[in-house]
T-cell receptor, first 114, second 112 residues
């Protein structure tokens, strides 16, 4: 158990809908990262927050947005969902924002768009 | 753009043998590389970090090397066991934009 929690574990929804994925980092960690993992794409970095502020951005679609709240939990919002958005979404946390910080991954949320 | 390449073919080895996995990177010279283990349907778990000036790092049955000339890292598991069967990912943090880049991973199967 990494100490990172993600809810929900599974999410099934229809195209065009909007969903929110939630992540609670390990106690004391200030950075939160979001990743998408699909069969054909591997683990793709989406976005990183550090202590409430956006720090790094990957190939995150404009339909996707995220934020980190004062209590350090984070939410990833996915809107106008498409079939291709079906994937495992992982959240990770680290103590700081340094390049060598170990990232601790949560169990993931499996999103299925029908 | 910065890329990490790992052998997409699965690696099948016999229990007790040494497994060697390869990670090649292009268009960037990272100061460090990280290796993670991922089991099906679960989040990656950090294993080792090696810095560019370390050449080799060990942790129990694991060994990682880092060759900045070849732009390559090798990950070895000695005396492999069926429980080592998993996907192994290498990664680095691109300091130009601070995004983390993962390789696609290599699936390892250790047969008893």
């Amino acid at each position: 158990d990494s100490g990172v929690t993600q809810t929900p574990k599974h999410l099934i929804t229809a195209t065009g809908q909007r969903v929110t994925l939630r992540c609670s980092p390990r106690s004391g960690d200030l950075s939160v990262y979001w990743y998408q993992q699909s069969l054909d794409q591997g683990l793709q970095f989406l976005i990183q927050y550090y202590n409430g502020e956006e720090r790094a951005k990957g190939n995150i679609l404009e339909r996707f947005s995220a934020q980190q709240f004062p209590d350090l939990h984070s939410e990833l919002n996915l809107s106008s969902l498409e079939l291709g958005d079906s994937a495992l979404y992982f959240c990770a946390s680290s103590p700081r924002q340094g390049s060598t910080d170990t990232q601790y991954f949560g169990p993931g949320t499996r999103l299925t768009v029908l | 753009s910065q890329k990490i390449e790992q052998n997409s073919e699965a690696l099948n080895i016999q229990e007790g043998k040494t497994a060697t996995l390869t990670c090649n990177y292009t268009n960037y010279s990272p100061a460090y590389l990280q290796w993670y283990r991922q089991d099906p349907g679960r989040g990656p778990v950090f294993l080792l970090l090696i810095r560019e000036n370390e050449k080799e790092k060990r942790k129990e049955r694991l060994k990682v090397t880092f060759d900045t000339t070849l732009k390559q890292s090798l990950f070895h598991i000695t005396a492999s066991q069926p429980a080592d069967s998993a996907t192994y990912l290498c990664a680095f943090r691109y300091t130009g934009g601070f995004k983390t880049i993962f390789g696609a991973g290599t699936r390892l199967f250790v047969k008893a």
